[in-house]
Each structure stands twice: as C-alpha cells, then as structure tokens.
C-alpha cells in the first residue's frame, strides 16, 4: 500500500517576558492511498492551498492586489486540485482543545469547500502529534494537518514523517513572499517543513489574585521568594509546549543557577492543563508557568480569581 504525503500545521510559539508569541507555521505527513509516496494527495494539497489562501486572502491582501497577482495556469492548477480533491471529499485535522478555534475553523471550511468534509480532533498539540507518530510507526496515515507550537512538529520531523510545504503553494498570491507581512516565515533550519502564517500573543504566567498581588510579583527573582514554594506549577518543560519555551526563555535570560533556585521551590509540575488550572483557581497554587489561555478560559468566565501576572520589570 503506497503512502500519499498528507499535511500538518502547527503553531510556534516563542516566550517574551511573562507572555508568548506564537506563529501558526505547516508541515506535511502521509496517509494510506494506493499511490506513490512521492506524490501529494488531492485533499491534502487543496487544503493547504485552501490555508494559505485563506489567510493571504482575509489577513494580509486587498481585493485590487489579489486580482493584480492573478496567473491563468495557476488558477487552471488550482481548479484541478480542487476537482480531485472534491473526489476524495475528506480532510483530518488535528487542533487545540478549542471549542472557539474548532467552531470558527468548521464553519468557514464548510462554507468554503461544502463538497468536503473536515474532521477535527480536538487535544494538546503533544497528544495530537503523539497520535500521529504512533500511527505512522503502525503504518497508517489518518491524519492531513496539526495546529500546535513549534516544539511539537519536531519530534515528527526528526522521525521523517513530514514532507516539504513549499510544493503546496499553488495560488500567485500564495508563492510570492511580498504579498505576506514579513515575507515567508519558517522555523525549521531547511526552510522547508514548518511555515509560519500567523502570529500572536498569549499570556504565559497566570496568578491567583487572591493569593498573590501584582506588586509580590514583579520581576522573574520574585518566583524565588521561600513565600511562594511549594505554590508554583508548571507545565512539564520534558513534554513540548508552553512548559518547555517558558523554561527555555528562563535559562536564556536568566541562567542555570536561577533554574536550579527555582526548581528548589518544589515545583508541581503535570502534563495535565486543566488539573494545573484548577490548582490555580481552588488556590492550591499561587502561580503556573506555561499554561494556554484556552485552558483557563472556562476558569476566567466562571469568575474564577485567576489573572495574568503584570508584565515584569
């Protein structure tokens, strides 16, 4: 049974002070088809036309300029993707637990492409991407894409699952660096696997303001106050996500020592978001590290005391 490379995205995410800035980049897999390895299926390649389109389209270009880019054997190209992909009428994409992101992604696929259907598997990044490492090894190939941070593709990339994206780019306004805010953006050394369309800010830090008060935290030597041990958790840095760039972004700005210091204050640390969460807001803990913002927002929107914590001095 032949392998047709399926695609991936995912998300990168880089810490700044107390927050994090993440870049939705792509990368690509395979699935079960009986065909070449080495050629792309349909549905995968019109989806990642359909991604980047869609955001070149609705994010960054005027109407005049996508209509000044248009290429009459692109546009032919894209179409017979499109065609082959209705055929195979299915695309399997891997998400955040976001019941938002998966609402808002299901309802513009559908209203774009209604011919094809998007199945989305909601879980953390790691969880997703283990899915899909497992998969590969068993020799099957469910999955087209992932949204997720920059740690996580890289366990995939490293095993060889993924495939080049740049072959993806079919639509003029798609291949040409100039029509994209800070050009083509990658975070893979090769510029090949993992393309970045989008960036944004997160909170990284999270307090419970009724035990901790902006003014007990404001620089990263506060986390080191014997008041706080034994109150902070954090998101294992051993698996990837904000766990792992928060404690990275530590050692850059702070060193070694600092960490051993910090690792000193008895530190919770859990794969588990949701348990740190509630941690956090029944006051067991005064603080966590890494936390998603869609991981506290059902804690934030019950009025929960948890709040980020002020940016640092």
Wanted: proline letters at 6%; hydrophobic letters at 40%; a positive charge.
């Amino acid at each position: 049974m032949g392998c047709a490379p399926r695609r991936i995205f995912s998300a990168s995410k880089k810490t700044t002070g107390w927050k994090t800035t993440a870049k939705i980049q792509s990368t690509i897999t395979g699935r079960n088809r009986p065909r070449s390895p080495k050629k792309f299926s349909s549905s995968m390649k019109v989806i990642a036309a359909l991604i980047f389109s869609f955001f070149a389209a609705f994010l960054n270009q005027p109407l005049e300029a996508r209509a000044a880019s248009f290429d009459p054997a692109s546009q032919a190209e894209w179409n017979r993707t499109f065609e082959s992909a209705q055929k195979e009428a299915k695309v399997v994409a891997g998400i955040p637990a976001s019941a938002e992101l998966r609402k808002s992604l299901g309802e513009s696929f559908k209203a774009r492409f209604p011919a094809i259907e998007l199945e989305l598997t909601t879980a953390r990044g790691p969880t997703n991407a283990g899915k899909i490492a497992a998969e590969h090894a068993a020799g099957v190939r469910y999955y087209d894409l992932l949204i997720s941070g920059t740690l996580t593709p890289l366990s995939l990339l490293n095993a060889g699952i993924l495939e080049p994206v740049e072959p993806m780019f079919i639509l003029p306004e798609i291949k040409d660096p100039k029509r994209w805010y800070g050009g083509h953006v990658w975070a893979d050394k090769a510029k090949r696997f993992l393309y970045s369309f989008q960036a944004y800010q997160s909170e990284n830090f999270w307090h419970n303001t009724q035990l901790m008060k902006p003014d007990e935290i404001r620089s990263y030597d506060d986390l080191l106050n014997p008041k706080w041990k034994g109150r902070i958790g954090i998101l294992d840095p051993r698996s990837a996500g904000g766990g792992t760039s928060s404690w990275a972004f530590l050692y850059k700005i702070k060193g070694e020592e600092f960490l051993r210091r910090l690792a000193a204050q008895e530190l919770l640390l859990s794969r588990d978001q949701r348990l740190l969460g509630e941690n956090l807001a029944k006051g067991r803990l005064a603080l966590t590290v890494g936390l998603s913002y869609y991981t506290l927002a059902p804690f934030l929107k019950a009025g929960q005391p948890i709040g980020p914590v002020p940016e640092a001095k």
